[in-house]
């Protein structure tokens, strides 16, 4: 025999076996009710158990149940065509209907009940299947002769109230008692399935309050049921009672596991109709009817509404999950940490900054972002313990909650690890690397956003310095240079909004001649505090704040030789430098145009200083804006010439009227060889290009000097005098 064969056999004698022990008692305990004279089932128990027996073993349930229930008949009616009759009866409509389930449901119909098809099931199994082994009975009636020892009016030959009893206790027992058969049949076949069944029950009563609740509630069902089928006959102990049974239970099973609670009031429907002395009024056929339907009725109403009040439990769940997970990368956000800190009310706090993650990402697409902080995120969880964990963020970031001491060693560690396990794009390694800051939080003393934010800029920064920062015990250090970035920077865009700008002037001399112009210098203003360019300039430059200054300075330039000009006292030629991020901006060269053109000043009025960095190197739109001006009338000087991107090959290709000594060349050109032939060597390609040359950082008349024999035109510094307001000039 194969597998599949042994397999099906040993279900089918576990199901025998377990149907031989379960069938006599179900006939045993089948609650009855004697009326007119006659027995009539209440509900038939061994119908439910039927149904329990298919949901547990489908298709192999079939042939064990055609011989326990044949069995049962026979012994119970010591009649062959009888037990035959009522063995097709009672279970061919069933198997009917349970295909016919199968066949709407799907493959998985037999699977969680109190919610998948439940209408379907009410419809078919519990309602359709009754009636037809009554209708099939009732043609049975007709061929068998009646049998005294036989309960209830199975072979009536006419449509009576018992007819109608006899076809709700199937109900009942289909809709009601199959739960209390099913899980203690699911146990016995499956003992795992034991552990189950107490775990979803325990898992509603982790909590104190959740406890309390339960042993209340417990405690209130079994007083009454207590009062309910004790055997006095009291006035204050009748059938009026029930329906806080129904009460009890609605709660119950809104508060509890529904599978508990549905078992529960299985078993107390049971010892109800078997011990409640004054349930019904006794010779009422229409007691008992009332009786029936009312339980049928409240139990659907009972499935029902735990089917959707769990059903709703779920969608919040599901939407819980989601608030805490991220849509993209599918793993924890920072929602999920800042509830896991309120669990954990200290710790530290990581970041962890995926260098190059961005720019990798601009050409390999989202996707491989995703998949790379996937990767990152999944790799980081395996090496953390209890009470920790990794959160996705937006960004080039990802979150660690860390306990415990050596954090740094274990970050060290961490990052050591990352760098060895290369992620893979389509066969091709993305080079990431990795720098963390961390510092220790308090749900008392520190706001997670703003830790998050300042870590973020922290761990950039820790690049630089090993991959690794690690904040002082109260995060005071780092964090108050983080911070004070933050305040100047809230300043500097205050004062740009409010064009609050102080311009100041330096003059530029020539060597040989009377002449000279003046380089216009921008302070910013913030309350009374004047904020200088070495404090200003990095941050405007790194949150693209240049084009905005720059224009600011431009137009306040501006005006002010537009009222020198009205007052009949022109200033000298002004020069304004102009950022190199500036000049990629598009419409920059047109502003600067309509601006000159609103107020009236000839471009020969100022010269546009321009520093040779990275914004030009190779970039159309720079070179294009340099071009433009030049052509509008306006000179261009190149500032810091000698250093960075300011090059010799460079000046072979770019426009320019002036080229302005890097002062570092300057500073120690009288003792310096090299300083002077790299001086004498630009002042001679200058004169090539026909080109002006300014010194920066003159301080004595043996610089000015020297600087003049070397070729240079201009000089600038504190020996031409220091910078003082634009409107002092002469």
Known sequence: ????????????????????????????????????????????????????????????????????????????????????????????????????????????????????????????????????????????????????????????????????????????????????????????????????????????????????????????????????????????????????????????????????????????????????????????????TFLSSAFIAFTISLLHIAAGYWKS???????????????????????????????????????????????????????????????????????????????????????????????????????????????????????????????????????????????????EQALMVGGVTLLDDDNSRLIGQVSARVLLLREIKQALAQRDIVLFAQPVVSCKEERHYYEVLARLRSSDEIIMPDRFMPLIAEFRLSAQFDRLVVEKTVEFIHQRQRANNPPPRLAINLLPMTLTDPGIVNDIIALFQRFSVLSEAVIFEVTEEQGLINNPQANGAIVALRQAGFRIAIDDFGTGFANYERVKHLSADIIKIDGLFVKNSLNDNIDRIIIKSICAIAREKRVSVVAEYVETEAQKQLLTELGVDYIQGWLTGQPAPLVSIA
């Open 313 to 459: 439990r779920r969608l919040q769940q599901i939407a819980l999950t989601l608030a805490v997970t991220d849509p993209m990368v599918q793993r924890l956000n920072l929602r999920a940490l800042q509830k896991k800190l309120k669990q954990h009310a200290s710790g530290t706090l990581c970041y962890l900054y995926l260098h190059q993650l961005k720019f990798l990402g601009c050409h390999y697409g989202l996707m491989m972002h995703t998949y790379s902080k996937r990767c990152i995120i999944d790799e980081i969880g395996t090496q953390l313990q209890a009470n920790e964990g990794v959160y996705q963020i937006t960004g080039d970031g990802v979150m660690l909650l860390l306990q415990g001491e050596g954090i740094s060693e274990r970050l060290a560690q961490l990052r050591v690890r990352l760098k060895q396990q290369q992620i893979f794009w389509y066969n091709q390694p993305i080079d990431i690397d990795y720098a963390f800051a961390a510092g220790k939080f308090t749900a008392e003393n520190s706001n997670l956003y703003c830790l998050a934010g300042q870590l973020s800029y922290l761990a």
């Open 1 to 288: 025999m194969s597998v599949h064969s042994i397999n099906l056999l040993k279900k089918n004698l576990t199901a025998f076996g377990l149907l031989i022990f379960f069938m006599p008692f179900a006939h045993f305990l089948s609650p009855t009710y004697l009326v007119a004279d006659r027995i009539v089932y209440l509900c038939y128990l061994p119908y439910g158990l039927a149904i329990a027996t298919i949901y547990i073993f489908g298709r192999s349930a079939v042939v064990p149940l055609y011989l326990t229930f044949f069995i049962t008949f026979q012994l119970c009616f010591s009649i062959f065509s009888l037990a035959i009759a009522l063995t097709f009866a009672f279970l061919t409509p069933l198997f009917v209907c349970c295909w016919l389930t199968r066949r709407w449901i799907g493959r998985r119909w037999r699977y969680n009940l109190s919610n998948q098809g439940l209408g379907i099931r009410l419809l078919l199994l519990n309602t359709l299947a009754p009636t037809l082994t009554m209708l099939l009975l009732a043609g049975f009636g007709r061929q068998l002769p009646a049998i005294a020892e036989m309960p209830g009016s199975y072979f009536a030959g006419r449509l009576d109230m018992f007819s109608v009893l006899s076809l709700q206790n199937l109900i009942l027992s289909a809709v009601l008692f199959t739960v209390l058969f099913y899980f203690p049949l699911r146990m016995l076949a499956q003992p795992r399935s034991g552990f189950t069944f107490y775990r979803l029950c325990c898992a509603r009563l982790a909590l104190h309050e959740d406890r309390l609740h339960a042993f209340l509630w417990g405690g209130l069902l079994a007083a009454l049921m207590l009062l309910l089928c004790f055997p006095v006959r009291h006035m204050l102990i009748s059938s009026y009672l029930v329906p806080l049974v129904f009460v009890i239970f609605t709660y119950g099973i809104m508060r509890f596991t529904s599978r508990g609670v549905l078992w529960l009031w299985a078993l107390c429907c049971l010892l109800l109709m078997r011990f409640n002395l004054d349930v019904l009024p006794v010779n009422s056929i229409f007691s008992a």
